[in-house]
């Protein structure tokens, strides 16, 4: 018996030496990929550099944020990201399309969930066929998509001038009220399917049982599905939402495709690629990326911290 | 105070017959026990009286009125689940309250009956808890709780001890039968295939087998005078030894049985002499196993542990000629 503790710890130790040896192939291939970049981004935030020659970088601090002259007249002039009205158009952007098009695919997600959770007929199929618009890569999904809006020849137009709801073309992508609004449709059709996969293997947990249950107390289906199934499918729900919230907030690619330098829909990553390559600001983008980093390293905290905090004392 | 009367009551999923037309009265504050091996179908009636799922055919009435299109909460009935089938986001009290609530009783009336419920079933400590912080036989009785505080007319159970272990069972058991004593006017009905729990509960036992009821009977009709070979196959443990050939011909039928306990062993001049194969003993009693060239070995029960030896030649014969005789169908023999 005396020996056991000390064995049992040079088990231990085993372990975690394999453990390590396993995990360094891991830890070097993200060092490489993701914090080398990462690095190198933060650093050029604070210099000059420019993309004709990244060499040449010069350190100059807080600049790319914040900097301010004051002129003889004693009025002070700031510049700098942290007072770009650009950039901060792109926050609101890109806050407004997460906090939208999260929203309604959380909706959308759990009605399909709901539905594909209850037994019927070629269940499996319909399952499967759900999935599509998630699987089809964002960059050919913007295309067809584009091509559907357009205005001129676009089905879209077509369909709803033949059946009354608008008697004018309308330019979904280019004209700036509608910019946002086709980037939310097609992002929501896009990822519903994913919601609804997340929701329905929360759904899928809830023992059956409690249902039955529910029909002797004789609860009304409505009050079912407010006080039963979704305080239930709630962890798994808020799991999704904050998968997808993270997400949104560095939306890139659909944009990119479907609404060019429209100041509607332009989101920070967006705006940070345009300053990097197109504009050669490359010290502007990379403060840009930068920002745009802090904003969703802090959020993920956030949703860490919050989901622990219900864990130890949400749930009495 | 409910009368429970199934005419002809039928149940099909798809093309597979589940329920086979059953005929049955339930007497006002009877406890009428369903029994029979998995698949018999009991579980499917249970949940047809409930409402849990629709009637095929046939009528179902309580107290005279048929309730086959009523919806479980407007049967008047309670149910208690295997799987206790509480609601895990909800507090004990919560998950006592929440039918009442819905029904719109008054705030004072809901606490009132909860902590009623809650003190007979000596839960009153966990009220504030989740389902997860109780352990089975705790989580057993708020289902029962849940059950009593709906004050219903018809009581179910399903299986209720299934997920308790064997200690545990037993004070449930004897749990069940207090509450039946003290909710003498409530209809019950009570779902299981462990046929003590099915001899101790009843006040009568319905036997089912393939959708059919097989007997209905008090515990002892059904173990005195079993109208089938599967009656007295099913009731009883161990089960009937079943004979045949030249010791049923003794006897003049086709099938002879025999209980274990109706079993004896003799010094000499037994009626039939055999090997011991195997002693089972228990502290209090004993099972032999004897070999007297019959198909299956010959089960006795003795008092007591066993002092024979494998091997030993033993002479046995049923005390007092106590034996059941079946014909070729498996109906009891006509004399």
Known sequence: MTASPTVRSELLRQRSRSARLFLLPMILALAVVAGWPL??????????????????????????????????????????????????????????????????????????????????????????????????????SARMWGWMMNDQFGILNDLFMRVGLIDHPIAWTASSDTAMIAVLIVDVWKTTPFMALLILAGLQMI???????????????????????LPLVKPALMVAIIFRLLDAMRIFDLIYVLTPNSAQTKTMSVLARENLIDFDKFAYGSAQSTLLFLVIALMTMLAIWIGRVKLDGGER | ????????????????????????????????????????????????????????????????????????????????????????????????????????????????????????????????????????????????????????????FDEPLSNLDAALRVATRLEIAKLHAKMHETTMIYVTHDQV????????????RDGNVEQVGTPLELYEKPQSIFVAGFIGSPKMNFLTEQFADAYKTDILGVRPEHLEIKDKDGLWKGKLLLAENLGSESFLYIDIGAKEPLVVRQDGSAHQQPGELLCVAPVNNNIHRFDQSGRPAAN
């Open chain 2, 1 to 156: 105070m409910t009368t429970i009367r199934m005419q002809d009551l039928r149940k099909s999923f798809g093309t597979f017959d589940v329920i086979k037309g059953v005929d049955l009265e339930i007497e006002p504050g009877e406890f009428m026990v369903f029994v029979g091996p998995s698949g018999c179908g009991k579980s499917t009636l249970l949940r047809l009286v409930a409402g849990l799922e629709d009637i095929t055919s046939g009528t179902l009435a309580f107290d005279e009125k048929i309730v086959n299109s009523l919806t479980p909460s407007q049967r008047g009935i309670a149910m208690v689940f295997q799987s206790y089938a509480l609601y895990p986001h909800m507090t004990v009290y919560d998950n006592m309250a929440f039918g009442l609530k819905l029904a719109k009783g008054s705030a004072d009336d809901v606490k009132r009956r909860v902590h009623k419920a809650a003190e007979m079933l000596q839960i009153t400590d966990y009220l504030d808890r989740l389902p997860k912080q109780l352990s089975g036989g705790q989580r057993q009785r708020v289902a029962i709780g849940r059950a009593i505080v709906r004050d219903p007319k018809v009581f179910l």
């Open chain 1, 207 to 229: 023992p059956g049982d409690i249902y039955e249950a529910a029909r002797i107390d004789g609860v009304h289906p409505v009050k079912q599905f407010f006080r039963i199934t």
């Open chain 2, 197 to 208: 729990e099915a001899m101790t509960l009843a006040d009568r036992i319905c036997v089912l």
């Open chain 1, 39 to 140: 690095l190198r981004t933060i650093y050029f935030s604070f210099t000059d550099a420019s993309l004709t020659n990244i060499d040449a970088a010069k350190w100059v601090g807080f600049k790319n944020y914040l900097s301010w002259i004051q002129l003889k007249s004693g009025r002070t002039i700031y510049s700098g990201l942290l007072v770009d009205p650009a950039w901060w158009n792109a926050v609101w952007n890109t806050v407004r399309f997460s906090v939208i098009s999260v929203a309604l695919e959380a909706v959308f997600g759990m009605i399909i969930a709901l539905v594909l959770n209850a037994e019927f007929k070629g269940r499996g199929i319909v399952r499967a066929a759900i999935l599509i618009p998630w699987a089809i890569p964002t960059i050919v």
